[in-house]
């Protein structure tokens, strides 16, 4: 396991796969695998936010849903605290869930149009029974206003509401389960830009407050950079490269990390600072590419690249890459 820390992780993932079997033939046969996350390692540290950043299709959604079991790995380990939840039973699994939530990309579509505000939150409480009964209208409130709504919309369901109240909504609903690591997939991605600070600036809030652990799902570098201490990079079902904030954006190693930052929009941009244009589509993950997965599209790839599996190798303190020409 790759770690530059002492201190035990809160989240160890070890080798984690998730292939779904394509069907086919008259008696629906399994006759192929869609290799979604194909045996990436990585942990996660009490604190912090990491975040899993890749075009659509590299795998980071599927690899929160399946650290919170939503779909059943194929195989792996996922450590919490140092146990593993893919050897719980689903009604041990469903208690774990106290400590384990999501916050989903599209706010209103988690959220159950037939309920209040306050009937929602209530019942996340109940569910796992973690505020006795008769102090749940109070505490709903209290964590209405610490998302920044009035407390009068208890009474409110989702449709009036606009997407930046329902994604607080849906932020409050998490924490009143008193979680310790918090799932945002695309959490932002479909609200405006100045509602994604809001909302942005508000999790990093609620984070002192609450002592949470992040693990932050976007495509969004701009949004990545504002948020994460560390970072994973994404490409095809495999991890290509893990750095700090700090050493991926100044001094990004993997080719495909390099691409993506390139094509970040920068107003003050120098206009004959070179961009790093990748051609070519992103390759099936039904039959991925042999070797490295990158190298389809890479301009610096070699016939080593083609031939030989890249493992991730440490190249400065916290920062490692999968690739062997950098």
Known sequence: MLTVKTKNPLLEVKDLKQ???????????????????????????????VSIVGESG???????????????PTSGQILFKGENLLSLSKNKMREKRRDLQVIFQDPYASLNPRQTVGRMIEEAMGILNVVPKAERRQRTIEL????????DMIHRYPHEFSGGQR??????????????LLICDEAV??????????????????????????????HDLGVVRHISDRVIVMYLGNIVEIADKKSLFENPQHPYTKALLSAIPEPTRKRNKER???TGDVPSP??????????????MATEQCRENTQSLRQVGPGHFVACDIV
């Open 286 to 299: 039904i039959n991925p590419p042999s070797g490295c997965r990158f190298h389809t599209r890479c301009p």
């Open 167 to 180: 994604q607080r909504i849906g932020i409050a609903r998490a924490l009143a389960v008193k979680p310790k």
């Open 19 to 49: 292939y779904f079997p394509i069907k086919g033939g008259v008696f629906g046969r399994t006759v192929n695998h869609v290799k979604a996350v194909d045996g990436i390692s990585f942990e996660i540290f009490e604190g912090e936010t």
């Open 189 to 218: 991605s479909a609200l405006d830009v100045s509602v994604q600070a809001q909302v942005l600036n508000l999790l990093k809030k609620l984070q002192k407050e609450y002592q949470l652990t992040y693990l932050f799902i976007s």
């Open 276 to 278: 790093m244009i990748l």
């Open 58 to 72: 590299c795998g980071k959604s599927t690899t929160g849903r399946a650290i919170l079991r939503l779909d059943e």
């Open 144 to 151: 209405l206003e610490q998302v920044g709504l009035r407390a």
